[in-house]
């Protein structure tokens, strides 16, 4: 069974940044694109960042040129580099498979951006 487990998360103020990273609890998984994900209170999951195994990437408009979303060299582990932090970027993030997530989803990682 495939898992997932998100870090890094943690509160900032707006302007700063913080470093998410997600691996796959050594299940081995490899997918076409892996993304990362977040849902704020009241709203629906998106997806925020994807990467192919090909290593090109695509953005929600909203994070475009703040957020960076990458992979180590052996793929095993992904990363989201987040920068100019704003509020409204304050949500639970997930990392998943950016095709078909895969059932359950982890627990995620809270992302608090306030003063």
């Known amino acids: 069974q495939v898992q997932f487990v998100e870090s890094g998360g943690g509160l900032v103020q707006p302007g700063g940044s913080l470093r998410l990273s997600c691996v796959d609890s050594g299940s081995g998984y490899r997918a076409y694109a892996m993304g990362w994900y977040r849902q704020a209170p009241g709203m629906q999951r998106e997806l925020v960042a994807r990467i192919t195994s090909a290593g090109a990437t695509e953005y929600l408009d909203s994070v475009q040129g703040r957020f960076t979303i990458s992979t180590d060299s052996t793929k095993s582990t992904v990363y989201l580099q987040m920068h100019s932090l704003k509020p409204e970027d304050t949500a639970t993030y997930y990392c998943?498979?950016?095709?078909?997530?895969?059932?359950?989803w982890g627990l995620g990682t809270q992302v608090t951006v306030s003063s």
């Open positions: 998943n498979d950016a095709l078909v997530p895969v059932e359950p």
